[in-house]
């Protein structure tokens, strides 16, 4: 993105007037809240001013009557758009603790649970950011006391008050002027607090140690001065390879699209660090907001699934944690379930959205809770909730746990498992489709599935999240071997076919075929 076309962004931010009718330009939150650009009208000051007021509406009615901890990452629209939350919620008499900078999201779920922890009233949080999104969009998310993404009940009546708001042209928003705004808000230092606590989650001194030379590339994000504070407070062999922050991303090279995105787990993103591999044991990246990880060991970046693997297998057998249950969703690698299953350890299979783990952490009864797409968080080691969200920064630290402890890296550690469990072979494919194709797709039933798949029996076609009961949103089907899951995007015109095999490359793409061809007879 030029200077230019930054210039636009946010001159549009302030002047677009999205249209409350329009299903493209309306507040809508998907697995991780409202996300959007001022270029098309579906990010702007008075979707913020409408969403703000609807939170601090509602929020008492979530369960939150203390203090909103506010936190926005290094976008072009984070920072406008925090400062338009921070005047509504000054407004509307609501105490607002903020930090100076930057601050990744899973900061925010650490101090409301802390503040939680200790007191009556309790708090919540909202982060401006979009995530690994390109350098264009904006988002918003809420998490409600529990500390993590709110759920759908709770998404569904901010969308519905901050819609009424739009159609009333922002008639009930209060508002104060900025500097009023910041005067009222009180510092917070969310680095501090998670520096303090993280070594309840993962042991910091085994890192230091060992003397693990790691390098960091936060990719123009929050986490920069985390990891800056981490390497301080507990003397680690920590070096950050890219300390710029740019609004425009523009030292970011391309994704496999050529779209700029700042996505950790995407070997065309993370080119800069893995060019840089040898220098260190170990290596970390993270998203803008740090809530994904990725981990990059001597022979590359690995796959989120297979790092997820060996994450679930140090924790289960370095953690006491007793009864905790093993979380993934549906399109999570089945290697997983193996895992798990090795380890007598019971599994709890959700939905996408890590809103589904939220409260399996808050109430220590899921060690761990991790997705394909490179999130996951974990207890603390005697069982309490560290973060109830994403956590990119945690992930990292539990790498170079893994290496210190186990004097191997995750990528060996898979290995050792795909020896005894068997090796999986992954594939994800995004095929563009109409809207009203989606919705045909999200109401799939398990009568339009075959007997069979690639030469083996179906033995469950899922509608229904085995964990919570959940909607799939699409369709899952299992065979012994094999399994393949449809569901159309919360946000794109796109549906999204994954499958794996454990029976070799060949068998994979007999998989997808099959999962492609379900598809294509659908939209005939």
Known sequence: MEASA??????????????????LERVAFGTSGHRGTSLKATFTEAHVLAIAQAIADLRESFGASGPLFLAKDTHALSEPAWATALSVFAANGIEVRIEEGYTPTPLVSLAILEHNAASPAKADGVLLTPSHNPPEDGGLKYNPPTGGPADTRITRAIEERANALLRENLKGVKRLPLKEALSRAKPFDFAGLYAEKVGEAVDLEAIRAAGLRLGVDPLGGASLGVWERLAERYGLHLEVVNRQIDPTFRFMPPDHDGKIRMDCSSPYAMAGLLALKDRYDLAIGNDPDADRHGIVTGRGLMNPNHYLAAALHHLFTTRAWPGAKAGKTAVTSALLDRVAGALGREVYETPVGFKYFVEGLLQGWLGFGGEESAG????????????????????????????????????????????????????????????????????????????????EPILQVLTRAPGNGEPLGGLKVVTQNAWFAIRPSGTEDVAKVYAESFKGEEHLQAVLEAALGLVARLLA
């Open 376 to 455: 996951a968080s974990f207890l603390r080691r005697d069982g309490r909730p560290f973060s109830t969200d994403k956590d990119g920064i945690l992930l990292g630290l539990l790498a170079a746990e893994i290496m210190a402890k186990r004097g191997q890296a995750p990528d060996e550690l898979y290995e050792a498992l795909v020896e005894h469990l068997g090796r999986p072979h992954y594939a994800r494919k995004d095929l563009p489709v109409p809207p009203e194709a989606k919705a045909r797709l999200a109401r799939l039933s398990p009568e339009e599935v075959g007997r069979e798949v690639a030469g």
């Open 6 to 23: 930054l210039t636009r962004l946010l001159a549009l931010y302030y002047e677009a007037t999205p249209d409350p009718e329009s299903p």
